[in-house]
């Protein structure tokens, strides 16, 4: 990946739905260069896909939690995956390394709305407990690169 890649890529990032030649602006190149350089890196799998970004705000979901997760014996990623994935609430999961066996990230309406859904979480198996830290504001929200 060369410097121009990583120009479409920054500029793909910041919009998603930029033409052919906003691409090649951006990064010193024709449209068509511009579509065949984004074509192979879809191709390569660098870029694996595009899509909205909504804004849970404008969607009145205005509560955000990031809740550890605890599990009973020894579920594999995909038990963990296929369980937290049938809850809405949940737009994030990730396994991670000590205590708890897995950070969730997860949106809702507001606090009842949390609690229900975190409710829900617990009464998954093999969730034994989980732990809760309510955002109180968002200070960074980078694309991921």
């Avoid at 033409?19 to 870029?47: E, F, H, N, W």
Wanted: proline content about 6%; some cysteine.
């Amino acid at each position: 990946m060369d410097a121009i890649d990583q120009a479409i890529i920054r500029y793909v990032l910041h919009d998603a739905r930029a033409t052919y030649a906003q691409i090649g602006k951006a990064s010193g190149l024709s449209a068509p260069a511009a579509k065949r350089r984004l074509d192979r890196l879809v191709a390569a799998g660098a870029i694996r896909g595009f899509t909205a970004l909504v804004d849970p705000q404008a969607l009145a979901w205005h509560t955000e939690a990031f809740v550890e997760v605890y599990c009973t014996g020894n579920p594999t990623p995909a038990e963990l995956r296929q369980a937290l994935g049938a809850i809405p609430e949940v737009v994030e999961a990730c396994t991670v390394s000590g205590a708890a066996d897995a950070v969730v990230h997860m949106l809702a309406k507001d606090i009842p709305h949390l609690e229900q859904a975190i409710q829900r979480v617990r009464a998954t198996a093999p969730v034994e407990r989980t732990e809760s830290a309510i955002v109180l504001s968002r200070l960074l929200n980078r694309p991921r690169v």
